[in-house]
T-cell receptor, first 114, second 111 residues
Framework: NAGVTQTPKFRVLKTGQSMTLLCAQDMNHEYMYWYRQDPGMGLRLIHY???????AKGEVPDGYNVSRLKKQNFLLGLESAAPSQTSVYFC?????????????FGDGTRLSIL | EDKVVQSPLSLVVHEGDTVTLNCSYE??????LLWYKQEKKAPTFLFMLTSSGIEKKSGRLSSILDKKELSSILNITATQTGDSAIYLCAVSGAGSYQLTFGKGTKLSVIP
């Protein structure tokens, strides 16, 4: 009964370091999304994918890259971390665009950039 | 650009009170409005409202969509401390893959 699983749950990085956040879903969903959540800002879409091998930019894509090599996994990369990327990152998946079925979220990754 | 505004941003009530949370939106070719509850971790889905389903109810929670006023309300009756959470509203438009979220309403229910 895993649903959407994000790893790691917490991470502290130094400015300039790189890292990859992993999102895995076991519901065979086509659509996957990466959001960031900052205090007072709500959830903002970083990148999304409409199927294996596809990615697209969301509202705040700068400084991030993504890959969807397998249907069940969606990776979010930070090539050179900046303090402005300190945030809580959520991955979500859905059966369709979210127009008829809701998006299901993981528990989040809390990332601090020093 | 799609826009969602939630009010109030925070609210403190006593157990047993009834609360109403508001969500207003601007979206091109509206398709759906969703409510999520977020406690410590993942947002969890509550309701989806569409043109063909403008009222939803589950236990003490209910929601109504007003397409004329471009808004929705989420009602919680007989509140409990377990209702303390951030309630998120999101909308989607036809042809878009994206949900646009509001900033959320933080509800605190005190005994």
């Amino acid at each position: 009964n895993a649903g959407v699983t994000q790893t790691p749950k917490f991470r502290v990085l130094k400015t300039g370091q790189s890292m990859t956040l992993l999102c895995a879903q076991d519901m065979n969903h086509e659509y996957m999304y990466w959001y960031r959540q900052d205090p007072g800002m709500g959830l903002r879409l970083i990148h999304y994918s409409v199927g294996e091998g596809t990615t697209a930019k969301g509202e705040v894509p700068d400084g991030y890259n993504v890959s969807r090599l397998k249907k069940q996994n969606f990776l979010l990369g930070l090539e050179s971390a900046a303090p402005s990327q300190t945030s809580v990152y959520f991955c979500a998946s859905s059966e369709d665009r979210g127009l008829r079925q809701p998006q299901h979220f993981g528990d989040g990754t809390r990332l601090s950039i020093l | 650009e799609d826009k969602v505004v939630q009010s109030p941003l925070s609210l403190v009530v006593h157990e047993g009170d009834t609360v109403t949370l508001n969500c207003s939106y601007e979206v091109t070719n509206f398709r759906s409005l969703l409510w999520y509850k977020q406690e410590k971790k993942a947002p969890t889905f509550l309701f989806m409202l569409t043109s063909s389903g403008i009222e939803k109810k589950s236990g003490r929670l209910s929601s109504i969509l007003d397409k004329k006023e471009l808004s929705s309300i989420l009602n919680i009756t007989a509140t409990q401390t377990g209702d303390s959470a951030i309630y998120l509203c999101a909308v989607s438009g036809a042809g878009s893959y994206q949900l646009t979220f509001g900033k959320g309403t933080k509800l605190s229910v005190i005994p």
